[in-house]
């Protein structure tokens, strides 16, 4: 069964939803960068930063619930 996570972010008018397959993190964060990169929509760099980091906790706390 395919666990799907999903991370958002809401930047004045516009809203960023990401939908994606657990163990398929690393290219999520990819295309964070290749969004805050490209200039073509105001996602930017520190945007990336608040997913990734959104990211992060979520795997820590499922870590963390494993461990326990």
Do not use: H, P
């Not at 295309?31 to 906790?57: I, K």
């Amino acid at each position: 069964m395919n666990v799907i996570r999903q991370l958002s972010l809401v930047k004045g008018s516009d809203r960023y939803v990401f939908r994606y397959e657990a163990g398929r993190e690393a290219e999520v964060i990819d295309s964070f960068s290749q969004m805050a990169n490209s200039g073509t929509c105001r996602f930017d760099w520190f945007d990336a930063a608040v997913l990734s980091y959104q990211m992060g906790r979520r795997l820590e706390m499922e870590l963390d619930q494993i461990v326990t």
